[in-house]
């Protein structure tokens, strides 16, 4: 539910508003209860990016080996001005999972360049990052005004819908779309596309398949972090969920599934062993071995973005490469 009157922080040029963070506490025990007790044991990916997970999401984007920041980051310097004069009046930026908002910046610095006043509207789940990310930005550009939502997509898009008036470009950076199966991610494009107008515009960030080994390391870096970051499903649960896990007793694997084009990420049980989740009245056992299957990377051929975008009523308005073409950046526009 939104809550509309719900204000968390409210200045001349910056407003906070959320949803009732209990939903996603039920959810989450839900997707822990249902992916653990599953033949196969999974955890949905969504749930790492509580306020830990997003601090080492943001680390993530800087090793060497991810490389998908950087190609995304090339494409929206060469492009952002571009972007900017396909629309007759200066578009609500909308960003989901907007994090720190680095990135953005690159096309908030050439809207400004183009247009008197520029408005923001980033959708993150964590409060803390939209404030720090929004102030940042607020002494960036004078031009601006940032209306953050902390909550989910879903709640963003309707607050969206209901309270943002004019042309919209919304923002899905960081190959965010490669989280999903191919079947959700059409789903989720299809719910952008009855959330807009004909004038309204979605700028996606999509990686593209390429050699397996490159994959690889992108998900596994030497320093580590990444498994730091896929072993905080494991920890959260402790933290909300009153679990006992080891991480030390789990070993974090990568595979590239080439038959489905996707990059998958599991945690191993090194030992047989049990885990107790005290909220949910839960035990869990795990043979020496056994893997939760944690979290997935779809890559895309162009002919997979053109299909994407035409299942979801959508069509291709402008596609951009970085110089190496391992990354796309589309604009999708109702078809």
């Not at 997935?296 to 979801?312: G, P």
């Amino acid at each position: 539910m939104i809550l509309h009157d719900m204000i968390l922080h409210d200045t001349q040029r910056l407003t906070l508003c959320g949803t009732d963070a209990t939903s996603d506490l039920d959810d989450f025990a839900a997707d822990v209860r249902d992916g653990l007790t599953s033949t196969s044991k999974r955890l949905s990916c969504r749930f790492i990016y509580d306020e830990p997970g997003s601090v080492l999401f943001e680390k993530i984007c800087a090793l060497p080996e991810y490389y998908l920041t950087r190609a995304e980051a090339q494409i929206l310097e060469d492009r952002s001005h571009e972007l900017g004069r396909m629309f007759d009046e200066c578009p609500t930026i909308v960003e989901l999972g907007s994090g720190s908002s680095v990135k953005t910046r690159i096309i908030l610095r050439a809207l400004s360049d183009e247009f008197d006043e520029v408005h923001y509207v980033p959708i993150d789940i964590s409060t803390e990052m939209l404030t720090n990310a929004a102030n940042d930005l607020l002494d960036m550009f004078p031009k601006l005004n940032v209306t953050g939502f902390a909550g989910e997509y879903n709640d963003g898009l309707r607050f969206v819908h209901d309270e943002i008036d004019g042309p919209t470009c919304m923002l899905w950076l960081g190959s965010s779309v490669g989280n999903l199966t191919r079947d959700v991610a059409a789903d989720f494009l299809t719910l952008l596309r009855e959330n807009m107008d004909d004038e309204d515009r979605v700028l996606a960030g999509i990686d593209l398949k390429k050699d397996a080994a490159i994959l690889r390391n992108a998900y596994n870096d030497n320093a580590g972090i990444t498994r730091r970051f896929n072993q905080n499903l494991l920890l959260r649960i402790n933290r909300e969920l009153g679990g006992d896990f080891d991480v030390d007793a789990f070993d974090y694997k990568v595979i590239y599934n080439s038959e489905i084009g996707r990059v998958e990420m599991y945690q191993v049980s090194r030992v047989s062993q049990e885990v107790h989740i005290r909220d949910l009245d839960l035990t869990v056992s795990f043979e020496q071995g056994e893997s939760i299957h944690t979290e997935n990377s779809h890559k895309y051929s162009l002919d997979d973005i053109d299909a994407l975008a035409a299942r979801s009523g959508m069509e291709k308005a402008a596609q951009w490469f970085d110089d190496e073409r391992r990354f796309s950046l589309n604009l999708f526009k109702p078809s």
